[in-house]
């Protein structure tokens, strides 16, 4: 059954706590990578419908202070799946202490696996983009996987067919 990132959309909503913050009252990074990751998670089994594990943090953006007092926003979806694996991309979004403001605060894409009771990974099903955001980021997936595969030596630089077409003159 092909799926759509929409099915696995996961938001969850909190306040960020006194305890929660650095000595400059913001919010620890690592507290917001354990938000994301539970609402990849919760991502990852919506769509698999499986157990699943984290796989890899491959990518994270810290573009804004989240201060205490704030009220943060983590939106995750399934951005690509493979054979076992899928791509969480995740949007962090702050409201404004004082006006309301929603700006977005910081993006992360971490990778998931399924898995059986006994650990073994198991197939997860396709994904279908439907909006412009989702066709570009499940486009950049590949590039982002085949990355990955090469800086792992996983994967010869010369079979990457997507990483070889951004740098291929015509």
């Known amino acids: 059954m092909i799926k759509t990132p929409k099915d696995s959309l996961t938001v969850m909503t909190d306040l960020v706590l006194p305890s929660e913050t650095n000595p400059l009252n913001n919010l620890f990074g690592g507290e917001l990578l354990a938000r994301m990751d539970r609402a990849a998670s919760i991502t990852a089994r919506r769509h ?7 796989a890899s943090v491959n990518h994270v953006s810290f573009g804004r202070i989240v201060p205490l007092g704030s009220i943060v926003t983590v939106e995750a979806k399934v951005s690509r799946t493979f054979k076992t694996s899928m791509e969480i991309y995740i949007d962090v979004w702050v409201n404004d202490r004082l006006d309301g ?45 085949q990355l990955s595969l090469i800086l792992a030596k996983k994967m010869k630089p010369e079979d990457a067919t997507e990483l070889k077409a951004l740098f291929q003159s015509k």
Do not use: M
């Open 101 to 145: 403001k929603r700006e977005k605060a910081n993006e992360g894409i971490y990778t998931f696996v399924a898995v059986d009771s006994t650990g073994k990974p198991v197939e997860v099903p396709p994904i279908e983009p439907e909006t412009q955001e989702e066709k570009e980021r499940f486009a950049g997936a590949l590039r982002r996987k």
């Open 48 to 54: 698999s419908n499986q157990l699943v594990v984290t």
